[in-house]
């Protein structure tokens, strides 16, 4: 039985057999040319929302809530006529998660009668845990119109999900594509301009009530900056996602860029016109020393999925600060720090930027810096938030880029700073070491890419 291995210009090579897959070719980071053709196929806006299906929508809805400064504001479950599902929205500025279980079939009249997310199946549902454990299954956009970014779609290619479905009084169009693996990309758009105006994040959704002190909570996490996930292979995915949204490469990265001596990965980020909408995929490299984080994860998930949520803070250090007091009473854990010499080293490389007061407290929080010829990033990881080693989030803050808009507004340029390229060598150090210790029980952990 011969040896197989995925090469980044789409080849792959079985036994003393070559079959090229695509005509794809990494050039790596150096190489690299950043051009934005403006490529689109449809109008897209923004990001809209992330949705995680589980088996326990309240208590995995308070954990993320509590340990993110989320609050839960809008729900649709049994109190609201939902006797289809479960689901619980939390906000914190731009930023929207939804998380979303199945009621027992039984005690609706039908697969979806009540439902508010109309592509929701009690049986697609199940089995996507079951496989998955606590995953992502939308990453949602708000387009001009999900009618027309549907059509275009699945006429460019895509593998259609769900077709468009008009929600409430004409307020709002829903439509689905198959992304990767078992995660649709979401279109959502609004008919009713009013509607949107109100905040209320779907018809079928009702605030929650304010007696709760989670409608307090605020870290300072303000959006969505980009939404991974890991494939088997790069070449075919990033060819399926750019043929049907038109899609440009933001950038990418090889082993050769963000890899160590023992493990690696490649890397590509699509970007919409705008470059608001950010999707990088990594794929495995194969011939390491040691097995690919990214091949752990593709096996502990049972396949491709979204492998880690990339949130903005307005104030990395606030927001890290009240995450880490409640790392081990409800809250997410972080990844282990590196080591002290590259805190030392960090007033070479970003003194110009931080001063010695936020060096400090950088290695005091764990945080990671890394800049590029525009910005500067400010980074850190938290471990996986599940029982499986798969989907964790970062936390970061871009400083710098500062662009005026077509209105004279200030807003920051997209990807200003980087992805953290010069951090994934110590930060792959730290994973590995981190997986050598559950190694010693028969375990494995993976994590980090773009």
């Known amino acids: 039985m011969g040896t197989e ?52 929508a309240t208590n995995t809805a308070r954990r993320f809530s509590w340990g993110l400064g989320m609050p839960i504001l809008q729900k649709s479950d049994l109190s609201t006529g939902n006797s289809t599902h479960a689901s619980y929205l939390l906000r914190s500025g731009e930023l929207n998660f939804l998380f979303t279980a199945p009621y027992s079939p039984s005690i609706s009249t039908g697969e979806t009668a009540t439902a508010s997310i109309p592509s929701f199946s009690h049986t697609d549902c199940r089995s996507f845990s079951a496989v998955h454990g606590l995953a992502v299954r939308s990453i949602a956009i708000e387009v001009e119109d999900a009618e027309i970014a549907f059509s275009v779609s699945v006429s460019h290619g895509a593998k259609p999900s769900f077709a468009p479905v008009t929600l409430g009084n004409n307020d709002v169009v829903l439509s689905e594509v198959k992304l990767y693996g078992d995660v649709v990309l979401r279109y959502v758009s609004y008919k ?58 933001f950038a990418e990265f090889t082993a050769e860029d963000v890899g160590t001596s023992e493990s690696g990965l490649n890397s590509v980020v699509l970007a919409c016109n ?5 999707i990088p995929m990594n794929e495995p490299v194969y011939g390491t020393k040691r097995k690919s984080q990214i091949q752990t994860y593709l096996e502990h998930n049972e396949g491709a999925g979204v492998q880690h949520l990339a949130l903005a803070s307005e104030d990395i250090f606030r927001t890290l ?7 081990y009473i409800g809250g997410f854990e972080f990844m282990p720090a590196p080591p002290p010499t590259y805190y ?29 010829d525009q910005g500067t990033l400010l980074q850190i990881f938290t471990k996986p938030v599940g029982d499986r080693p798969t989907i964790f989030i970062e936390i970061i803050q871009r400083v710098g880029c500062m662009l005026k808009d077509d209105e004279g507004k200030e807003q920051q340029k997209a990807g200003c700073g980087g992805f953290g390229k010069g951090n994934f060598s110590e930060l792959f150090k730290s994973i590995e070491e981190y997986e050598k210790t559950l190694e010693a029980r028969n375990t494995t952990e993976p994590t980090a890419a773009v």
């Not at 695509?22 to 040319?33: E, H, M, Q, T």
């Not at 705008?274 to 950010?278: I, P, Q, R, T, Y």
């Open 344 to 372: 030392r080293n960090l007033k070479n490389r970003a003194g110009d930027v931080l001063s010695d007061e936020q060096i400090k407290e950088c290695e005091e929080l764990g945080i990671l810096v890394d800049r590029d």
């Open 321 to 327: 600060r009240e995450m880490r007091k409640r790392s």
């Open 5 to 56: 291995a995925n090469l980044t210009n789409g080849t792959t090579v079985t036994g003393d057999q070559t079959t090229t897959t695509s005509p794809y070719k990494l050039v790596g980071f150096k190489n690299f040319i950043r051009k934005n053709p403006n490529s689109d196929k449809f109008s897209v806006i923004n990001f809209h929302h992330i949705e995680f299906w589980c088996s326990d």
């Open 192 to 249: 009713n301009p009013n509607y949107k105006s109100t905040c209320t994040f779907l018809p079928g959704f009702e605030p929650t009530e304010k007696t709760s002190s989670f409608h307090e909570l605020d870290y300072g996490i303000r959006r969505l900056d980009h939404a991974v996930g890991n494939v088997p292979e790069l070449a075919p995915a990033v060819d399926y996602v750019k043929s049907f949204t038109g899609f440009h490469e």
């Open 274 to 278: 705008s470059e608001k909408v950010l």
